[in-house]
T-cell receptor
Framework: EAGVAQSPRYKIIEKRQSVAFWCNPI?????LYWYQQILGQGPKLLIQ????????DSQLPKDRFSAERLKGVDSTLKIQPAKLEDSAVYLC??????????FGQGTRLTVV | KQEVTQIPAALSVPEGENLVLNCSFT??????LQWFRQDPGKGLTSLLL?????REQTSGRLNASLDKSSGRSTLYIAASQPGDSATYLC??????????????FGKGTKLSVKP
């Protein structure tokens, strides 16, 4: 069974630039999550999708972050404009009906 | 608001020791609890999932227990090996979201197993 795929693995951008991350969940997993993990911290939920609908985006900084999950499969997370404090690892995860969650390798973002 | 705490933050042990990692959560109304492993620069690898109705789960040298009423879980690693060195994260899924609830994480325990 293929795992959760994320790209790119690494990204370095200047502040105020924009960046986008892509995630392909495990086939058949209706639930998709985007988490932000700052160095030394546990992952924090940014947004959760159930199929192509948003379940929880209460911690998403909506003035600069956006996410979509067209057709209920792949998802993209965008930051525009980026700030220094957005430097973190962005993790995508998927699960089937609240069961075990599986994570991708993450995208390490550095904003300079 | 659910909060997850992991103690200790870091642990260093000699190879071969049995060890216990602790996880506590403030709201006992959970759907399930999951333990993960994270290697430096990598994503999270799922180790064990315990449903709220279960008391423990085992996989190889790993055993996770859950005491929902006291808001505690432990991850027991038997006969530790240098390859077990990683950060171990505990996450709970609140019952309020049911199967659609999100995972709330602790900050992790960084384990180092010395040869």
């Amino acid at each position: 069974e293929a795992g959760v795929a994320q790209s790119p693995r690494y990204k370095i951008i200047e502040k105020r630039q924009s960046v986008a991350f892509w995630c392909n969940p495990i086939s058949g997993h209706a639930t998709l999550y985007w988490y932000q993990q700052i160095l030394g911290q546990g992952p924090k939920l940014l947004i959760q999708f159930q199929n192509n609908g948003v379940v929880d985006d209460s911690q998403l900084p909506k003035d600069r972050f956006s996410a979509e999950r067209l057709k209920g499969v792949d998802s993209t997370l965008k930051i525009q404009p980026a700030k220094l404090e957005d430097s973190a690892v962005y993790l995508c995860a998927s699960s089937f009906q609240g069961s075990e969650a599986f994570f991708g390798q993450g995208t390490r973002l550095t904003v300079v | 608001k659910q909060e997850v705490t992991q103690i200790p933050a870091a642990l260093s042990v000699p190879e071969g020791e049995n060890l216990v990692l602790n996880c506590s959560f403030t709201d006992s109304a959970i759907y399930n609890l999951q333990w993960f492993r994270q290697d430096p620069g990598k994503g999270l690898t799922s180790l064990l999932l315990i449903q709220s109705s279960q008391r423990e789960q085992t996989s190889g040298r790993l055993n996770a227990s859950l005491d929902k009423s006291s808001g505690r879980s432990t991850l027991y690693i038997a006969a530790s090996q240098p390859g077990d060195s990683a950060t171990y994260l505990c996450a709970v899924r609140s019952i309020h979201g049911g199967s659609q609830g999100n995972l709330i994480f602790g900050k992790g325990t960084k384990l180092s197993v010395k040869p």
